[in-house]
DNA sequence: AGGAATTTGTGCGTATGTATC
DNA sequence: AGATACATACGCACAAATTCC
């Protein structure tokens, strides 16, 4: 190894478990073999082997239980896209869908100021629809910096922003900070999505930061409350 | 110690120090002994206070430096009893306070479902009004398993009732979820605060489960989203 | 029902790496 | 450069929860 600083071993471990489960190797509530086997296997020592597992525990991957074992979970986000997403059916989960309306070019100058950016920036302006088990359930407006790309097609973003960050624009988002308040249903209303709460409407304003700590996307998400709530865990 | 089923050292030893830290014993900025003399003057193993010292540090009441040592962080003020607390100005920031408005016993049939008791368990109903700078910023209405005492006076719980709960009851909260949707003002709407849109509120319901992974609490807040909103940030 | 085997949780001790002072 | 202090890694013993016979 010439490299500079590698990883310590359990974060190799944890990885390269989190790449298995990922992957498929090991399915949802399967039992992995037990601590005393993968440390065998992986050729490392238990303890070490164990702070890779509550790694991943801590992350949701796994759940270990005492005098029973180590087992995947149902994640029902495996691939780690929907990291940041929080909004869930009311009736509990979903699976979470993005459609793209409509991606334009646009200056706005309450955005360009907390993107750090000229008030009259050119910025790129997604809107989307936000399904759970194919149910509309928000309206979304995503805002990046309008420099990262001369050109974007719809196809390019259709499977999932993130990814077309990672692959397209060089960064990805590696945190967030959602206010949550009320607001009224935006005027660009999809015809689909109808919130029947008079007016009232939930409302989530997002910063994400990027990888490079940089404010590089901000969002407004418009939900029905009826049928959609927004659900945080903290430890 | 004759009790049934007594918490694991590292535990003991991070609520140790919790207690220390809170009392004043320790005071923020400081830094605390080395591991190795703090390990010897409690009597445990190296390995076990690195375990609580972790937790601490997760918690935010310490920070931990390598090659420097272990450092009270400057909490602002009352140390991580507002932890969970999730609501500020929508003018950013404010510091919280709570008035204990009401302690009742009730019965309910819905909150006794999620503590997991017969649906006609003695439940502790509190009702706060909660505030930010002192001004009224929401109301809410917290339910605990009513066996846990059989008499609270409001004077037990007016400084924190996590503190209380810590102390008196003997668990803490180190989890919760939140579900936040959007609701109507409850009727027991204290003079003191009145939303003023239309009758549109932000609503949170929370599930907080305590040290021994049992949901202990259940809380419902209202709060009004012009002058407040939830801050959640996730890395 | 109950006891043995299995599996994770806790606790101890030590050696070595790495960042800080 | 050396001393100090936290981070990582190893290994072992026993406790507690679960499972299986």
């Not at 190797?25 to 992995?32: A, D, F, H, S, V």
């Not at 991957?61 to 009311?90: C, I, M, W």
């Not at 200056?107 to 750090?116: F, K, Y």
């Not at 809107?127 to 390019?156: F, T």
Request: hydrophobic share 35%; net charge negative; aromatic share 10%.
């Amino acid at each position: 190894m010439s490299e500079s600083t590698r990883l310590p071993l359990f974060i190799q471990i944890s990885e390269l478990l989190r790449r298995e489960i990922s992957a498929g190797y090991w399915l949802p509530g399967e039992r992995l073999p037990t601590e005393a086997e993968l440390a065998k296997k992986l050729g490392v020592a238990v303890g070490t082997l164990r702070k890779a597992l509550t790694e991943l525990e801590s992350n949701g991957l796994l759940e270990r239980k005492q005098g029973s074992g180590t087992y995947v979970k149902n994640a029902p986000d495996s691939s780690a896209v929907y990291h940041f997403f929080r909004l869930e059916l009311k009736s509990g989960g979903g699976l979470p869908n993005a459609d793209v309306l409509n991606l334009e070019r646009h200056t706005n100058t309450h955005v360009a100021s907390l993107l750090g950016l000229p008030s009259n920036a050119p910025l790129w302006r997604f809107r989307r629809l936000r399904k759970l088990d194919q149910q509309p359930a928000a309206m979304e407006e995503i805002w990046i910096d309008g420099r990262h790309s001369e050109h974007i097609a719809i196809e390019d973003v259709i499977e999932s922003l993130y990814v077309f960050y990672r692959e397209k624009l060089g960064f990805w988002i590696s945190r967030v900070q959602d206010s949550i308040t009320v607001d009224h249903v935006p005027d660009w209303k999809h015809p689909d999505f109808a919130p029947d709460v008079g007016s009232a409407c939930g409302y989530i304003e997002r910063l994400s930061w990027s990888n490079q700590d940089r404010i590089e996307e901000v969002s407004f998400t418009w939900y029905d409350p009826e049928s959609v709530r927004y659900a945080a865990r903290w430890t």
